[in-house]
């Protein structure tokens, strides 16, 4: 999403290199407060991340899912340490045959409202997803999931389209996941904000004492959680929410924050890795930053005036051949971002450079000769105007720089005039979905940590990215990938799936990055380990 998404919940979990981690803090610092458990009572955390929505239904973001994450029960999470999930509020989780996923529910489950947790709230929790089908939500997730059902209290039955479905499992601890209060939570739309923090519909390790939109979040530990993980270990989280990173910078050296986490821009992480009265923590990620094309009303584009497929994927083609990922990794990013060249990252199995081979000079380096060649060839004699979208909040202070250096890098070549422009998160959410922006930036963050979450949400035909790209071929070899058991023959599959959307360049993958957190050096046990948990990735989306 996004912005927007492993997960928060998937702590420390690593597939062939590429972790998906947590931060947490279970000692104190500033003002807060230890018990005698060795935990704190009270911790204050400051991002510039923003919330669309705490209904699960209408957000796909790493803003909105890690609230989501502290608060909603899951079937399906990752204890620490382990890239593979468990059952968490769920007693236990199994294929009973080849389409039919079956889950046994812990007994004694509640809501923090006092509303029983059964099966009818997990079918109710599912069933709503795909019928609100939200376009910024989590919905293409669930592509294969036919029906769900719940034959009693404790029983869910759910019966897939295809037959081994080796990320089914994954999905369902995934933002596609959370189990709602079917009291609470509208059946056919989204429930708004307020109305879901008034029911107190929680049931995760934390529920919202109090709510006040993208400003403040007071968490307050949830005594009756029964899930996978461990039981809170700080009593109390404030959530601060900034509109400028030069603030949270601020924040950071008064004093008057236990913890940073996203975004600081790499400069002010630089800064502050020099004063010694903070400390900086990077953990591996699997985060990726990418361009997306419009296929309707991107320059050529299908809705256009003056539509031309051929001279469409030349415009792309040109684009890919003229950036350069060593500049923006090393003059933006100061080297906590890498180039990416490919779909899946670097890390995961199955990840290639196919790009790296298809544009460029083969080695990773523009080619301006090449990008000239592919544009003239389409019949394309004039330079092209594009209209190249970021948003200014959701990425971190270092999106300016970013998008600023790929304009320079597209229109030294002569080829291109861009047109830069930037919105809002919460605006820019909406209006990605609606064909406003013909080319726009996007970040990925894992929902689990397997190269299929770095494909299935993106190039199916009913995708996340509403970009209207469709590829019959795509799509059927990432529907049998998905089901193949065959180890060798599914990462053949991954990587023909990857040479397929290269050449078609749905979108431009231009980096994978670590992530960053910055806390007070009196703030014991900083750690991947603990209760209050971040989506701390390599890619949501968003």
Same mark, same amino acid.
């Given at each position: 999403?996004?912005?927007?998404?492993?997960?928060?919940?998937?702590?420390?979990?690593?597939?062939?290199?590429?972790?998906?981690?947590?931060?947490?803090?279970?000692?104190?610092?500033?003002?807060?407060?230890?018990?005698?458990?060795?935990?704190?009572?009270?911790?204050?955390?400051?991002?510039? %991340?923003? #919330?669309?929505?705490?209904?699960? /239904? $209408?957000? =796909?973001?790493?803003? @909105?899912?890690?609230?989501? *994450?502290?608060?909603?029960?899951?079937?399906?999470?990752?204890?620490?340490?382990?890239?593979?999930?468990?059952?968490?509020?769920?007693?236990?989780?199994?294929?009973?045959?080849?389409?039919?996923?079956?889950?046994?529910?812990?007994?004694?489950?509640?809501?923090?409202?006092?509303?029983?947790?059964?099966?009818?709230?997990?079918?109710?929790?599912?069933?709503?997803?795909?019928?609100?089908?939200?376009?910024?939500?989590?919905?293409?997730?669930?592509?294969?999931?036919?029906?769900?059902?719940?034959?009693?209290?404790?029983?869910?039955?759910?019966?897939?389209?295809?037959?081994?479905?080796?990320?089914?499992?994954?999905?369902?601890?995934?933002?596609?996941?959370?189990?709602?209060?079917?009291?609470?939570?509208?059946?056919?739309?989204?429930?708004?904000?307020? %109305?879901? #923090?008034?029911?107190?519909?929680? /049931? $995760?390790? =934390?529920?919202?004492? @109090?709510?006040?939109?993208? *400003?403040?979040?007071?968490?307050?530990?949830?005594?009756?959680?029964?899930?996978?993980?461990?039981?809170?270990?700080?009593?109390?989280?404030?959530?601060?929410?900034?509109?400028?990173?030069?603030?949270?910078?601020?924040?950071?050296?008064?004093?008057?924050?236990?913890?940073?986490?996203?975004?600081?821009?790499?400069?002010?992480?630089?800064?502050?890795?020099?004063?010694?009265?903070?400390?900086?923590?990077?953990?591996?990620?699997?985060?990726?930053?990418?361009?997306?094309?419009?296929?309707?009303?991107?320059?050529?584009?299908?809705?256009?005036?003056?539509?031309?497929?051929?001279?469409?994927?030349?415009?792309?083609?040109?684009?890919?051949?003229?950036?350069?990922?060593?500049?923006?990794?090393?003059?933006?990013?100061?080297?906590?971002?890498?180039?990416?060249?490919?779909?899946?990252?670097?890390?995961?199995? $199955?990840?290639?450079?196919?790009?790296?081979?298809?544009?460029?000079?083969?080695?990773?380096?523009?080619?301006?000769?090449?990008?000239?060649?592919?544009?003239?060839?389409?019949?394309?004699?004039?330079?092209?105007?594009?209209?190249?979208?970021?948003?200014?909040?959701?990425?971190?202070?270092?999106?300016?720089?970013?998008?600023?250096?790929?304009?320079?890098?597209?229109?030294?070549?002569?080829?291109?005039?861009?047109?830069?422009?930037?919105?809002?998160?919460?605006?820019?959410?909406?209006?990605?979905?609606?064909?406003?922006?013909?080319?726009?930036?996007?970040?990925?963050?894992?929902?689990?940590?397997?190269?299929?979450?770095?494909?299935?949400?993106?190039?199916?035909?009913?995708?996340?990215?509403?970009?209207?790209?469709?590829?019959?071929?795509?799509?059927?070899?990432?529907?049998?990938?998905?089901?193949?058991?065959?180890?060798?023959?599914?990462?053949?599959?991954?990587?023909?799936?990857?040479?397929?959307?290269?050449?078609?360049?749905?979108?431009?993958?231009?980096?994978?990055?670590?992530?960053?957190?910055?806390?007070?050096?009196?703030?014991?046990?900083?750690?991947?380990?603990?209760?209050?948990?971040?989506?701390?990735?390599?890619?949501?989306?968003?």
């Amino acid at each position: 999403m996004t912005s927007a998404s492993r997960t928060g919940r998937r702590i420390a979990a690593a597939t062939a290199g590429v972790a998906i981690a947590a931060l947490t803090l279970s000692g104190c610092a500033g003002g807060s407060s230890s018990n005698s458990s060795g935990g704190s009572k009270s911790l204050t955390i400051g991002t510039t %991340d923003k #919330v669309t929505t705490l209904d699960p /239904a $209408g957000s =796909y973001d790493n803003g @909105s899912f890690n609230v989501q *994450n502290q608060v909603f029960p899951f079937l399906m999470n990752t204890p620490s340490n382990s890239p593979d999930v468990e059952p968490d509020i769920a007693e236990s989780a199994e294929f009973t045959a080849p389409t039919e996923y079956t889950v046994k529910l812990k007994e004694g489950l509640k809501f923090a409202n006092g509303n029983e947790l059964t099966a009818s709230d997990v079918k109710f929790s599912f069933d709503r997803q795909l019928k609100i089908a939200d376009e910024n939500g989590p919905s293409s997730l669930l592509y294969n999931l036919e029906k769900t059902e719940a034959p009693d209290d404790l029983t869910v039955v759910f019966t897939l389209k295809s037959e081994n479905d080796q990320v089914f499992p994954q999905i369902l601890s995934s933002p596609a996941g959370p189990i709602v209060d079917e009291d609470v939570f509208s059946a056919d739309a989204l429930t708004l904000d307020q %109305d879901i #923090v008034k029911g107190d519909a929680f /049931a $995760g390790q =934390y529920t919202i004492a @109090s709510y006040d939109f993208n *400003n403040l979040i007071s968490y307050k530990a949830n005594p009756e959680y029964k899930g996978l993980l461990e039981k809170a270990k700080t009593e109390t989280v404030n959530v601060k929410y900034y509109a400028e990173s030069s603030n949270l910078k601020l924040e950071v050296q008064e004093g008057n924050i236990d913890l940073a986490y996203r975004s600081l821009s790499a400069t002010d992480v630089e800064d502050l890795s020099k004063n010694k009265n903070v400390k900086v923590h990077t953990g591996p990620g699997g985060e990726t930053r990418y361009i997306v094309f419009n296929f309707d009303t991107q320059p050529f584009g299908g809705t256009t005036d003056d539509a031309d497929p051929a001279k469409a994927l030349a415009v792309r083609q040109a684009v890919a051949d003229l950036v350069d990922r060593d500049e923006l990794a090393d003059e933006v990013y100061k080297g906590t971002y890498t180039p990416l060249y490919s779909y899946v990252p670097d890390g995961l199995t $199955g990840a290639t450079t196919v790009l790296k081979d298809l544009y460029g000079d083969g080695e990773g380096k523009p080619d301006l000769d090449k990008a000239k060649k592919v544009l003239a060839d389409a019949g394309i004699t004039e330079p092209v105007e594009l209209n190249l979208q970021y948003s200014n909040d959701h990425y971190g202070p270092s999106s300016g720089d970013e998008y600023a250096l790929i304009k320079s890098q597209l229109e030294e070549s002569g080829l291109f005039t861009v047109n830069l422009q930037t919105t809002e998160w919460v605006q820019y959410s909406k209006d990605r979905t609606a064909d406003v922006y013909p080319l726009y930036q996007l970040g990925w963050f894992p929902d689990y940590s397997d190269a299929d979450n770095y494909l299935t949400p993106f190039f199916l035909t009913e995708n996340f990215l509403a970009n209207h790209y469709s590829n019959t071929e795509v799509n059927d070899m990432i529907l049998k990938q998905a089901s193949t058991p065959d180890a060798a023959e599914r990462t053949q599959l991954i990587e023909d799936i990857q040479a397929a959307v290269a050449a078609d360049l749905s979108t431009l993958p231009l980096l994978q990055g670590a992530q960053v957190a910055v806390s007070g050096t009196d703030v014991d046990g900083v750690t991947l380990d603990a209760s209050f948990k971040f989506r701390y990735a390599p890619l949501s989306k968003g």
